[in-house]
Each structure stands twice: as C-alpha cells, then as structure tokens.
C-alpha cells in the first residue's frame, strides 16, 4: 500500500515537474549567446528574436555557427563536451537553459535533420512513438493523431493505405515528411530544420519547401539552409552569420536586394563559398 503511495507520489511530482511552462509562446529571444567548444569560440555575441509563426533562415557559409545555433535551440550542445553557452535564449518568459526540464523543452521545440531519421519501425509506429511517451494511451486518440499530423505533413494520402508497412519502405522525401509529421505529433511550437532538403531530389525539396510555408501557420520555423534560392523562397526573415557574428538580420528580401553590410553583399554575390 505504501509502496502504491508512493509510486502515485513520483507520477504527480514528474507530471507537475512537466507542467508546461511556455503557456501559448511561440517565439524566442537570443540575447548575448557565446558559445565555446573547448575554447575555440562559434558564435560571439549573437542577440536576435525569432518571430513566432514565421520562417527564420539561418545562412551563411559553411562553420559560420549556423548549425550550433540552431542546436542551442533546443539543447543539443549540452551532450558535446567542453562545449560552453552563455547568454539568454527565452521562449515566452522562460529561459531554456535555467528553468526548463530538456524533455520538455523538446517536446516544445522540434527538430528535424538532414538525413530523414524515420524510426526502424511501421508508419503508424512513427507517428504514435513520441505520443506514447508522453502519455496518450487512447487507441481513438493516437489514430487522430497520426493522421492529423500525417495530413499536415502533406503525406496522409500516399501513406494511408499502408500505415503498417515499414517506413523504410518510403522514398526519402516521403521519409523526411514522415520526419515532419512525427516531429508535429507531440505538438510543438517551434521546428527547428537542419538543412532538410539537402539529401533530397529537386521535387522532393519543393513539397517540402511548400510544407514549411503551409506549417508557418501553427508553428514557428527556423530552417538552416545552405542554399539561398531556398532561404528567398520559403523565409520570411534572414540571419546572415560569419565566423560566428550575425552580420546582418531582417526581413528575408532586405537581406537579399538590399542588404546594410558589405559582408552580407559579398556573400550573395557568391564572394564566400
Ligand atoms: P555551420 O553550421 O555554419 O556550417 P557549425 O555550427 O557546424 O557551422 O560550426 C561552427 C564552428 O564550430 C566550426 O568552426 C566548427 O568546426 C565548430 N564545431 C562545430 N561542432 C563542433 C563540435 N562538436 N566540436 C568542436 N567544434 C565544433
């Protein structure tokens, strides 16, 4: 009995520790980030807002901090050793590195990669892993949300006769919109895109480039991009990074017909590779 008791007791304080602390916040604000791996310093001084419901591109040539930033995001660096943050990163008035559980704070910022990384399991499997964990146990519910989350993903029609088969059976296309629709099954507010179309075929990368404007909607995305074309068609905003400075940050047309700093000129005009 009191070992019931108690069992009861961690649910409800691992539940309350869960509460989620972002209420409806959907944008995030940098402010000051230093980021040093072992010493060597990626990002220097970088402050900006992540506007919610809007496609942020992070560009910039290649070791620019374009990816570690993004990792910041939702914690990614904290696995690298010597690696060191400090500044502000706060989404709604919560600061992600002081007041958030990593779980949670995951739950609420999403992340998909460069490589579709489909779980070696079925479709539907995919879709209700990350439900399951949180929670969901309703078979009514976890079907509900594997299509829903299927068709926002734009892939409900290719994959609904065949939500058994394994998802490696996709293409890879159909494979990172699996990515997509699974990273929107535990409701998140942010998606974080590590250049998500660059192992994909021109078609593949245009459904998915629609994808990412159509979920702007309901969610807020920054998508690392080394292709510019793709940062003109699908972002609303631009940051521009070398050798971990933001250079320059604005609206994604600013930043690419007009920009303010010479760097950022040079870089689109194909000066830096
Ligand atoms: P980008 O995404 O713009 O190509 P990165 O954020 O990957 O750039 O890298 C920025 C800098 O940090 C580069 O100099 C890179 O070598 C270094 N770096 C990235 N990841 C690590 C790591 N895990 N350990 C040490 N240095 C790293």
């Given amino acids: 009995m009191e070992d019931k008791l108690a069992i009861n007791l961690i649910t409800i304080k691992q539940k309350s520790a869960l509460k989620n602390p972002f209420k409806e916040a959907r944008g995030i604000r940098i402010k000051d980030v230093n980021l040093f791996y072992a010493g060597a310093q990626a990002l220097k001084n970088v402050s900006f807002n992540i ?44 600061d992600l590195y002081r007041e958030v559980n990593v779980n949670l704070l995951r739950k609420n910022i999403g992340m998909v990669f460069q490589k579709p990384n489909v779980f070696p399991m079925s479709i539907y499997e995919n879709m209700t892993y990350g439900p399951k964990a949180y929670g969901v146990r309703d078979r009514g519910e976890l079907n509900r949300i594997a299509e829903e989350c299927l068709i926002k993903a734009n892939l409900w029609d290719e994959v609904k006769d065949r939500l058994k088969e394994s998802a490696l059976s996709l293409s890879g296309g159909q494979q990172q919109r699996l990515c997509i629709a699974r990273c929107l099954s535990i409701n998140p507010r942010v998606i974080l895109m590590d250049e998500p179309t660059s192992s994909l075929d021109p078609i593949s990368t245009s459904k998915i480039e629609e994808l990412i404007v159509e979920l702007k909607k309901d969610y807020t995305i920054v998508i690392v991009t080394h292709n510019m074309q793709q940062a003109m068609r699908v972002a609303d905003k631009t940051a521009f990074f070398l050798l971990g400075d933001l250079i320059e940050y604005g609206e994604t047309k600013q930043i690419f017909n007009k920009p303010n700093q010479e760097e950022t000129k040079k870089y689109i005009s194909g000066v830096y590779s």
């Fill in 51 to 94: 506007e919610s419901n809007k496609v942020t591109a992070l560009i910039g040539p290649s070791g620019c901090g374009k990816s570690t930033l993004l990792r910041c995001l939702n914690r990614m660096n904290d696995q690298i050793k010597g690696c060191s943050v400090s500044g502000s990163f706060t989404l709604g008035d919560t």
